[in-house]
Every structure is written in structure tokens, then in C-alpha cells.
């Protein structure tokens, strides 16, 4: 084993940093443990390296130079001690027997089935003798199928063997007992599924001993005696928290009430209308109610403080007791036998069972998906296979079958900008004016990850302020919204990296791969935000201004929106659409353009195919809106179709659908065709489309945050094996397009002082917002 001299020295400064700590004298007994053997560990590695040549003195060297041609050294072919002649029926010739005799057999050996301690004497035959070929045996597809194992299943079973290495990853006894005990672990483990549910849970469960996560019978049920104890508080957090909403919501009912009424009075002066002792009666009680309301819950908020307080701190330390027996758990797993097996199968299965992850295999992952989604649904790739464990794969998969993502970087660049000198939650909280920053779990048991999330994160509003020319201290629409790093998303294939949610306005940064979707979250708050906050009104969840412009108050910014809007959306590519036929719609069509008298008629019959045949009556009845003509033009698009497909054909699916841009085109086609689904709906296509537009500016600058936004050129999402790429974002002319119009939105946002008009009432924004700030 040889280490660069890269991670040398990033072991070393780790070593560094784990001496530092058990020097403090500060940490718990558990925790002390967990440092001490991780630190150990990491000795032993840099120590295996030391190999320095040994002091020899003269006498001794000169013997070394009388070279007979022999080597000391047990793994080389010229062993001095090696075996001479052949002496049958030796330990270790049984053992070596034993082990060519599976092989010839197909069967699996197991690691019960070897003479270790004999194959081992000549550590260069074990070396030969420890292989994939030798040990693996040959799969019995057709005992699984028998047995009732889905096609799927087992189609992913073999994906998952051929990931494994062909021979043990380190040159040692220890690896080689590893890999076979791994070999031996999986196959039995993997031939139990039945279905391809049951093969995913079980890679999970596998992927959480490599992880060193699993805790044996004991430390499961404190762990989950003390989730349930957290659980409680948690409920009591709640209902305490939904107590004050409600204190809150009659707060702002009678608030409604008392603006109400005051309109009234207004509205009966500014008409000259007599005003009443009743109506200002009516007033005062309004106003009487409001100040109640408003007292009630400032009181119930000042009441349950202490509370929250204690009952939080309760939960932190549970918090902290999970985190320590999970801590135990893996300084013991982590050096288990189970876990060296799992790593001594090699990087690809590795990879294959980090799918879910960036850094995992990005093929293995469509292969999940396709496998959970029942493909393939026969037994034909194992009928071509024969006796061998891997030959071959049916067919690649196809588009439509594919779980699209977005993709993040492994490692998160920031080039150029500002020093960030931001230490604290607190401290982001006030550089943008957040909210909250909320952090989960996994955060506060990891300073050094809290620490990172919150300088990057920093870092990428500071960037995006000098961007969009809008300073950071408005990023956080006037604490309208808050921030939360792993605290609110749930992981599992397809789980969104990072994502805004508009009811809480809260973005969420997932644990490992959030960083790279903050400008892209940004954007989405930026565009669920703005509209009411423009308008001086609180502003509903469903509010995305990029969706509907008509939400922000007339003038520029409004503008800029429709103009963002139609930059991404319109353009002169046609969705796909679907026409339906039936039996009598082909002897119409031959009826009326078989012998064409009409010049729609001769138009269609000189198109030459049924995509151009559409358009072409699309064409005549462009601009003709009027209801006949409508419904002339579908009764023609219908015939025009037909004329130029196969007669029985009971659908055609042509890019005769609605023009649009490129981009929009794209997304659509991520959605399955399906206009606005998802990816083309007018909120993520602005998004993505943010991303660019940062990208793009900060790379003018010479600049670059990955953190705030990573890989937005569609270059990243190219799959070979189909040879065509997806492209989420927008690309040449358009993507110049939709960054000016960007620019457009943003100059009158500076131009009109939005952001500070917005928010320089903060008497109002203290009465919203008041208690997130405590």
C-alpha cells in the first residue's frame, strides 16, 4: 500500500487535530474512546509507510553483495525457502485442491471451506488462489427463478456482483480472509430477496456496516428508548408552539377586524357619510380586540419561553446521548470483520452501494431505479448469461425510464470575493437577515460540518450580493426567511439536495449534498417572496412571481418578470402532442384530400408528412381566434395527421404541440412531455435558469462558488449510454437571452429600491415577526 504525499499529509494534520483534542482534557469518556482509536488508526497507516532500509554493518553488507540469485523475501518466485519437488497430500496442496475443486464444480466457497493458516504458508499461491474466478462460483438463475425471484431482482443482483473486484483490494492474510468472507456474506444475503425492494433494503443494510452504523441489541434499544423519550419532547414542543400559532392567528383575525373597521370610518368621511357613536363604537371594540388579541399572545409567547427554553435543552442532550452510542458503535464497527469485507470487494462495489450518493455510481443508481420500477420484466438476460457469473446486460435503458436528477460537485470550490468572517449561526443569521438558522442533528454533533455549512453558505450570499448588486443584509427578505442545514429534509434516492418550502419560507441544506443549490433555493424564495412583500402584504405559499407577474405591483419589476417569463417560455420549438384517431377518421381524410379543392386542402397533401401537414394548418389558421375557426382547425389537424399515417394506427404522437423555447422543450421532456409537471414548471425552470445566470456572471469575474451553484451546463448530464443528453438548463442564444433578462429584473429592483422601500417599515415587520428573532 503507498500513500501520495496529498493524503500523507492530510493524514498527518488529522492526527494533528485529534492529539489537539485528547490534550484539552475536556472530552467525555465515550467520546475520548471514539478520538483515541480513530487517532490510532490513522498512526497505523502513516507507520505502515515507514520503511525505512535497516543498519547494517560492514561484515553484513558484504555478505548481502554475494548475491546466489535467492531472495529472503517469502512472496517473491525465488524464495530461498520455497518449496522444492512435490510432496502430495501437504496442508496447504489439500487446501490449494479444495479451492481449484470449487472452482471446476461452479460452487461457492465459503470461508469455512478454506485452510487459511495453509493456503497462507506460501502467501504469492494464496495470492493466486484467493480470487473472484476461484471463489465466486455460478449464480443458479434458474434455481431463483423457480424459487420465485422477480427478473428485476435478480437482474440487480448481478449488477451488483459485477461490481466486485476480482481480487482482495490489499495484498495481505487479513484482506484475503476479508473477501472471501465477503463473497460468501453477500451472495447469501442477496439470494434471500425475492423482489427488487427487497435486494435495495438490503444494500442499505450493507451500505450502514461499511458506514459502521449498526448497533448491536443493546445499544438499539437505548438508542431507541432515547428516541422515544425525544419523540415526547418533541410532541410537547409542539403543542406548546401550536398554542402560541393559534394565540397568533386570533392576533391577526382581529388585526383584519380592526384594519376593517377603520377602512369603514375612512371610507364614510371620504364620502361625507355621517359617522355614528355605533360606528365608532364598533371601531373602538375592534381596536379593543385587536390590542387584546396582540397582548395574549405576546403573554403566552413570554410565558412559554422558559419552557421551550428547558424543554429544548432536554432534547439537545438527548440529542447528544444517541449521538455518543452511535459514536461507540462505530469506533467498534469501523475495524469489524464485517467491515473489511465490505472493503476488501473494492471501490466499484463500493461505489455501487453509495449509489444514493454524488460520489456513488451514477449507473448502479439507474439500475435501482429501473429495477423498482420492474424492468426488465423477463428472464432473457439470464438465458443469454448461461453458467457465467457476468457476460453481458440487456439492453440500455431508455429515456423515459430514467429518474432525472440534478447533480452536485464532490468537492466545492469558491474562487475570488469577499473574506468571509462569519463564525456563527448567529453571525449568518445577522449578515442576511435571516429568520432562523436552524441546524439538525447530525450539525449540532459536528461542529467541523456546522462550521463548513456556515462559512460556504456565507460565502455564497455573499457572492450572489455582489452578482445581483443587491447587498447581502436583503437576502433574508427582512427575516421573512430562514435557513436549516440538514434539519428538515429526508434522504433516500431522489431526495432533493437542497429545497426551499414555501409555507415555512425556510431553505433546507441536506446533510452532504445540499452545497451547490443555494442560489438555486435563492431564487425560489426570491420568487415566492417578493411578490407580497412588494405588495406590503404577508403573501401566500403558492405566490411565484416568475409563474404569475400579475402578483407584483405594476411598474418595472413587474415588467421584468414578464420579460423573464417569456425569455425562458417562448420560442419556435413544438412540444410533443398526441392525436387520437379513429376508424372513420382515415376515409375522411382520403375523402377531402385525395382529390383536394380547397387551398388548406392542396397545402396539407403537398406537405409530405404528418408533422408538417399539422403545421401547415396551423399556419392557415393562425390569428383567426374566433370559435368556428378553432374548431375548423382542430377537425383539419386531425385529417392532416391521418393522411400520413399507416391506416389502423389508433394515436400518432408528433412535435406539433405548443411553441416554445428550447429550454422549455427540455424541461418538458424531463416532465415525460408533460408541460408544467415539474421540470417545466415556471418556478424550477426560473431556478435552474438562476443558476446559469450566476455561473455565467461570476465566471465573467473570474470567479466561482460551487457552493452557491455547481454544474449548471448541460455538458454535466450527459448519459453515453444513450447517446443524447438531457439538458435541464438553458443553453446558447437562450441562455444569453433569459441573463439579460435577469439583468433587467434585478436593475429595477436597485433602480426602484425595492428591497429597502419594502422594508423600511419595521414596526410592521416586528409585529409579523415577532418571537422568531428570541
Known amino acids: 500500500m503507498s500513500l501520495s504525499p496529498i493524503e500523507k499529509t492530510r493524514l498527518s494534520g488529522q492526527l494533528l487535530r485529534l492529539r489537539a483534542q ?9 467520546e475520548k474512546a471514539r478520538v483515541s482509536a480513530e487517532a490510532l488508526s490513522i498512526r497505523k497507516q502513516l507507520g505502515a509507510l515507514d520503511l525505512k532500509p535497516p543498519v547494517v554493518d560492514a561484515e553484513t553488507a558484504a555478505e548481502l553483495e554475494a548475491d546466489d540469485g535467492l531472495s529472503d523475501d517469502p512472496n517473491s518466485p525465488n524464495y ?9 497430500g501437504s496442508r496447504k496442496e489439500e487446501a490449494a485442491g479444495a479451492i481449484r475443486k470449487a472452482r471446476t464444480e461452479g460452487r461457492m466457497l465459503r470461508s469455512t471451506d478454506i485452510d487459511f493458516a495453509a493456503i497462507e504458508e506460501t502467501p504469492r499461491q494464496a495470492r493466486a488462489l484467493v480470487v473472484k474466478s476461484n471463489l465466486f462460483g455460478v449464480v443458479d438463475w434458474d434455481g431463483l ?67 459502521g452504523s449498526q448497533l448491536d441489541a443493546d445499544e438499539a434499544e437505548q438508542y431507541q428508548a432515547i428516541t422515544e423519550r425525544q419523540r415526547t419532547i418533541g410532541k410537547q414542543i409542539a403543542a406548546i408552539q401550536n398554542d402560541e400559532n393559534r394565540a397568533q392567528s386570533a392576533m391577526y383575525a382581529a388585526s383584519n377586524l380592526n384594519n376593517k373597521a377603520k377602512r369603514d370610518l375612512d371610507n364614510r368621511a371620504s364620502r361625507g357619510w355621517s359617522i355614528t357613536a355605533e360606528h365608532e363604537q364598533a371601531a373602538k371594540a375592534a381596536e379593543t380586540e385587536y390590542q387584546q388579541a396582540m397582548q395574549a399572545w405576546s403573554d403566552l409567547l413570554d410565558q412559554n419561553k422558559p419552557v421551550l427554553k428547558q424543554l429544548r435543552a432536554a432534547s439537545s442532550a438527548l440529542s447528544q446521548e444517541r449521538a455518543e452510542i452511535m459514536g461507540v458503535a462505530k469506533a467498534r464497527n469501523l475495524g469489524s470483520p464485517i467491515n473489511r469485507a465490505w472493503m476488501s470487494l473494492g471501490d466499484r462495489f463500493v461505489k455501487s452501494l453509495m449509489f444514493r450518493s454524488t460520489s456513488g455510481s451514477e449507473a448502479f443508481a439507474r439500475h435501482v431505479s429501473n429495477a423498482l420500477s420492474g424492468d426488465p420484466k423477463d ?64 450539525v449540532l454533533d459536528d461542529p467541523d460540518s456546522a462550521k463548513w455549512h456556515v462559512e460556504q453558505f456565507a460565502g455564497a450570499m455573499m457572492d450572489m450580493a455582489d452578482v445581483l448588486g443587491i ?29 426551499y418550502e414555501p409555507v415555512l419560507r425556510a431553505i433546507n441544506i441536506t446533510k452532504m449534498n445540499g452545497g451547490g443549490g443555494a442560489g438555486h433555493e435563492q431564487m425560489h424564495a426570491l420568487d415566492n417572496i417578493l411578490p407580497g412583500l412588494l405588495r406590503g402584504e404577508p403573501g401566500a405559499a403558492t405566490e411565484f412571481a416568475t409563474d404569475n407577474p400579475q402578483l407584483v405591483p405594476e411598474g ?36 377531402n384530400l385525395d382529390n383536394p379543392r380547397g387551398q388548406l386542402a392542396q397545402r396539407i397533401k403537398a406537405a409530405g ?45 408528433l412535435n ?42 461570476l465566471a465573467s469575474m473570474d470567479r466561482q462558488n460551487d457552493y452557491l451553484s455547481c454544474l449548471a451546463d448541460n455538458k454535466h448530464h450527459y448519459f453515453p449510454a444513450q447517446g443524447e443528453p438531457f439538458k435541464p438548463y438553458p443553453e446558447g442564444e437562450e441562455r444569453q437571452r433569459i441573463s439579460a433578462a435577469f439583468d433587467q429584473l434585478f436593475a429595477a429592483l436597485r433602480e426602484g429600491k425595492a428591497f429597502e422601500t419594502a422594508l423600511a417599515n419595521t414596526a410592521l415587520l416586528d409585529s409579523i415577526f415577532r418571537g422568531f428573532h428570541d
Open 22 to 30: 485528547l490534550m484539552t482534557g475536556t472530552l467525555k469518556p465515550l
Open 80 to 88: 530461498r525457502y520455497a518449496d522444492v519437488g512435490y510432496i502430495p
Open 145 to 211: 427463478k423457480e424459487q420465485g425471484t422477480e427478473p428485476a431482482a435478480a437482474f440487480l443482483m448481478d449488477r451488483v456482483y459485477a461490481s466486485i473486484a476480482k481480487e482482495p483490494t490489499e495484498d495481505s492474510a487479513e484482506a484475503r480472509k476479508a473477501y472471501v468472507l465477503g463473497l460468501e456474506t453477500l451472495r447469501t444475503r442477496l439470494e434471500l430477496c425475492r423482489t427488487s425492494k427487497e435486494v435495495v433494503a438490503t444494500l442499505t443494510d450493507i451500505r450502514e456496516e461499511l458506514l
Open 379 to 442: 428472464w432473457e438476460w439470464a438465458d443469454k448469461k448461461g453458467g457465467e457469473v457476468m457476460l453481458g446486460a440487456p439492453k440500455a435503458p431508455t429515456k423515459k425510464r430514467q429518474t432525472f436528477a440534478l447533480r452536485v460537485v464532490d468537492k466545492f470550490d469558491r474562487k475570488g470575493g469577499r473574506a468571509v468572517d462569519v463564525n456563527s449561526t448567529r453571525a449568518l443569521q445577522q449578515l442576511c437577515g435571516f429568520r432562523a438558522v436552524q441546524s439538525g442533528n447530525w
Open 471 to 499: 447587498s447581502e443584509e436583503h437576502l433574508g427578505f427582512g427575516g421573512r426567511l430562514g435557513i436549516a442545514f440538514g434539519a428538515r429534509g429526508k434522504g433516500g434516492k431522489g431526495a432533493a439536495t437542497a429545497q
Open 556 to 591: 418595472p419589476v413587474r415588467d421584468a418578470f414578464a420579460a423573464l417569463k417569456t425569455a425562458m417560455t417562448e420560442g419556435t420549438q413544438r412540444l410533443p402532442e398526441t392525436i387520437k384517431f379513429t376508424p372513420r377518421t382515415f376515409a375522411n381524410a382520403k375523402l
Open 609 to 653: 408528412s404528418a408533422e408538417a401537414a399539422v403545421l401547415v394548418v396551423d399556419g392557415f389558421y393562425a390569428g383567426r381566434n374566433y370559435r368556428g375557426a378553432q374548431k375548423d382547425q382542430k377537425t383539419w389537424r386531425t385529417l392532416a395527421a391521418a393522411y400520413f399515417t399507416p391506416e389502423g394506427t389508433t394515436e400518432v404522437q
Open 656 to 697: 406539433t404541440g405548443k411553441a416554445v423555447s428550447s429550454f422549455m422543450a427540455e424541461a418538458a421532456f424531463l416532465d415525460g412531455s408533460k408541460e408544467g409537471k415539474y421540470w417545466s414548471s415556471a418556478p424550477e425552470m426560473a431556478a435552474r435558469a438562476f443558476q446559469s445566470y450566476l455561473e455565467d456572471k
